[in-house]
Each structure stands twice: as C-alpha cells, then as structure tokens.
C-alpha cells in the first residue's frame, strides 16, 4: 500500500453554537488541510500519482469552495455546523469525487486533516 500527502491551506471564518467558550463567537482561522490517498499499484513511471494532479484538486476544493469564506453561510453546511470535523469530511468527499475512482489507478482519499491552529486538527478517515 502506498499514501501520498498534499498540504493546502486557507482562510475562513465560524461560528460555532452550543460548544461553549469563545467558539460561539464569529471567529476565523488559517487552516491548514493535509490530503492522504492511497492505493496498492504503481504505474508505469512508478508513481501512484502525479502530485500535481492531487494538488490540483484539492486546491479546487480549498481555494475555489472555501477560501475566504464565511462557512456558516455555505449551503454545504446549511443545517449543520461547520466545525473542523464536518470540514475535513467535506473536503475528503469532494477531492475523492473529483479525483473519481478508477480500479485500474485504485487511488483513493483515505484521510483528511483540517488543522484549525498549530496544535489543533481534526482528522477523518475514510
């Protein structure tokens, strides 16, 4: 089995009811998102991937549906709040649908990491 790990990052903003403390307050972050796939076979230049088509996608994701934004008002999180658990899944959902799956490259996200401060992250794995 092989992982390969893309690191992206961006900023956005929450507010976070009935956890208690300061999260209840509108408030931001710098997020640091780590992207894990894996798979079991190489491919003819023996990669498991291009790293460039993994950083592709998920900046997508990150740049494009989430950078700058205030996560409350995204129809992803409507109903829901947009805590780092519920990011990191949203992320490993998205860069997985994106990337597709083909049994032939056999990639797929296994883990997502959504660090909301230097010492603070949620991970899910798929």
Known sequence: MFELKVKSRF???HQLTMVGQKC???HGHNWHVEVCVT???LNSAGVLADFG??????RK????ELDHKFLNELEIFEGI???SERIAVYIAERVQAL???DPDKNIRVSKVMAWESDDACATYFT
Request: aromatic share 4%; glycine share 12%.
């Open 39 to 41: 798979g079991e076979k």
């Open 53 to 58: 088509d993994i950083k592709k996608v998920v």
């Open 11 to 13: 900023a956005g903003a």
């Open 81 to 83: 709040q947009p805590t």
């Open 61 to 64: 994701v990150v740049e494009e």
């Open 24 to 26: 209840e307050n509108l």
């Open 99 to 101: 990337l597709g799956y």
